[in-house]
């Protein structure tokens, strides 16, 4: 880690910001004015290049420091999240969105404190989001630790990153929530331009056996005198794991409610996002099945 055990480590905030542009400051001024080591703070925005109101609105307002990155829009905001990451100097990379502030003040030192805790001060923490209690909906990852996964899984378009790290950190027994917390002024909307949830549930369910590979890979890292127990003990909480975080949409009637809240096809770039999502989902399906005949 870049900052000695008494320090504040270095935190690098990435987010995407896209038609709400007051929104977005209000979210770079409460990190930037919440924060005690200020000058460690990196902050990067990605933003869409299409996205007039929003460019138009930086230019006419003074923000605290931010590294606006200004690019052709992807195929889904998770894409440039990634690309967001691999710029970033920080200890640990955090995701943020423009629909919250954050409300602790000297969040990144009681952030570090956590981390110091811990064994090479790595562990997965996340800022309390009174929307989501208990999930990282906002999470801090390591940067080390992305040399195992990106920092977000740009095959889905919507959710399930956030789900995707909890589910390795719990793994690996490296999941803690800091007394940070953010407030969301608007309040939280619906995902509006996500479809077939039941899809997007089996891809994920499917892609466990990488999420577990990343978990042993952090465990092995980070507790290498505990591995082989701390491995064991984590394979044993997997399933009561599975059951009790990711089966909230096995319930038909949570399903029925999604699906009947969103009407048409989606935006075309949804359509490419899921044409390219089908393809690995049947390729792990014939895998599966050539493991098991053979």
């Not at 080591?37 to 109101?53: M, P, S």
């Not at 929307?131 to 992305?146: D, I, K, N």
């Not at 195992?148 to 803690?176: M, Q």
């Not at 999420?211 to 005198?225: F, T």
Request: a negative charge; hydrophobic letters at 45%; glycine letters at 6%.
């Amino acid at each position: 880690m870049g900052a000695d055990m008494a320090g504040i480590l270095k935190f690098s905030v990435v987010m995407v910001s896209r038609g709400r542009p007051e929104g977005l400051l209000r979210a770079v001024e409460s990190l930037h004015l919440m924060a005690e080591n200020r000058d460690a703070l990196e902050i990067i925005v990605g933003i869409d290049q299409d996205d007039a109101h929003t460019i138009d609105f930086i230019k006419a307002n003074e923000f605290p420091p931010v590294r606006f990155v200004i690019a052709e829009r992807a195929m889904n905001f998770h894409h440039t999240l990634n690309t967001l990451a691999k710029t970033a100097k920080g200890d640990y990379l955090c995701g943020f969105g423009d629909d919250y502030m954050a409300v602790t003040f000297g969040w990144d030192r009681l952030a570090s404190q956590t981390a110091h805790l811990f064994a090479r001060s790595e562990v997965m923490m996340a800022w309390h989001d009174p929307g989501q209690p208990g999930f990282p909906t906002l999470y801090m990852v390591p940067r080390a630790w992305l040399q195992f996964k990106t920092f977000a899984n740009a095959l889905f378009p919507y959710w399930w990153s956030d789900t995707e790290w909890d589910e390795i950190a719990r793994y690996a027994g490296l999941f803690v929530q800091p007394d940070i917390h953010v407030e969301m002024p608007s309040g939280r909307g619906r995902t509006q331009g996500l479809r077939d949830l039941d899809f997007w549930r089996d891809l994920f369910q499917r892609l466990r056996p990488e999420r577990e590979a990343v978990a042993d890979r952090v465990i092995a890292r980070c507790l290498p005198d505990w591995a082989q127990m701390a491995a064991h003990q984590a394979r044993m909480d997997r399933r009561t794991l599975h059951i009790i975080k990711l089966l909230q949409f096995e319930y038909p009637e949570v399903a029925a409610d999604f699906e009947a809240n969103q009407s048409g096809a989606g935006h075309p770039r949804y359509g490419e996002c899921k044409a390219v999502a089908e393809q690995v989902l049947q390729r792990l399906i014939v895998g599966e099945q050539g493991s098991i005949s053979t």
